[in-house]
């Protein structure tokens, strides 16, 4: 039982370049959720999914796009990244409104 | 504007002492909150949380106290542990989504 994992760990982009964080968990939650974490900021929210083939915006949507094709993963897209999405990435899961298991997270460098 | 504010950025403590982290929030729709641990290089894991309704929920060492008329979350550690050095996040829920404090640094000092 491995939980959230995440891929990649690490991504250096430059500014224009595109790519997609993907999330995967084993634990059959149907809510899984997109956050990034700055200095000072906390946690927060892109966007999330309240099941298979949904998706909604969360705090800070844009320049992001998802997509859950498949209930136990959650892909996160970046068409075109930019200096300012440079920041740690996690991906969380629960199967109900509460508590929520995060991943390990992916530390992206756009320059 | 923070909905969810953590005012103290660092805490440093004497282990077996008592630890307090303290979390205001603003929005009045907040049903539940949760606080986090985070260490270094590893995702937040869940610690401990309180639905509205309560002012009081207590595992092991650690406690969380609820005042709705302030506003006001916070987790006691006690006794305080060096493990128990790392980052505490306080999450507030509204529907689907949970809104994070910036953070609290706690260090405990053996």
């Known amino acids: 039982n491995a939980g959230v994992t995440q891929t990649p760990k690490f991504r250096v982009l430059k500014t224009g370049q595109s790519m997609t964080l993907l999330c995967a968990q084993d634990?059959?939650?149907?809510?899984m959720y997109w956050y990034r974490q700055d200095p000072g900021m906390g946690l927060r929210l892109i966007h999330y999914?309240?099941?298979?083939?949904?998706?909604a915006k969360g705090e800070v949507p844009d320049g992001y796009n998802v997509s859950r094709l498949k209930k136990q993963n959650f892909l996160l897209g970046l068409e075109s990244a930019a200096p300012s999405q440079t920041s740690v990435y996690f991906c969380?899961?629960?199967?109900?409104?509460?508590?929520?298991?995060f991943g390990p997270g992916t530390r992206l460098t756009v320059t | 504007d923070q909905q969810v504010k953590q005012n103290s950025p660092s805490l440093s403590v004497q282990e077996g002492r008592i630890s307090i982290l303290n979390c205001d929030y603003t929005?009045?729709?907040?049903?539940?909150f949760l606080w986090y641990k985070k260490y270094p290089a590893e995702g937040p894991t869940f610690l401990i949380s309180?639905?509205?309704?309560?002012d009081k929920n207590e595992d092991g060492r650690f406690t969380v106290f609820l005042n709705k008329s302030a506003k006001h979350l916070s987790l006691h550690i006690v006794p305080s542990q060096p493990g128990d050095s790392a980052v505490y996040f306080c999450?507030?829920?509204?529907?689907?989504?949970?809104?994070f404090g910036g953070g609290t640094r706690l260090m405990v000092k053996p």
């Open positions: 634990m059959n939650h149907e809510y």
């Open positions: 929005n009045s729709m907040f049903d539940y």
């Open positions: 309180i639905s509205s309704i309560k």
């Open positions: 999450a507030a829920k509204a529907g689907n989504m949970l809104t």
């Open positions: 969380a899961s629960s199967p109900f409104l509460r508590q929520q298991y």
């Open positions: 999914s309240v099941g298979e083939g949904t998706t």
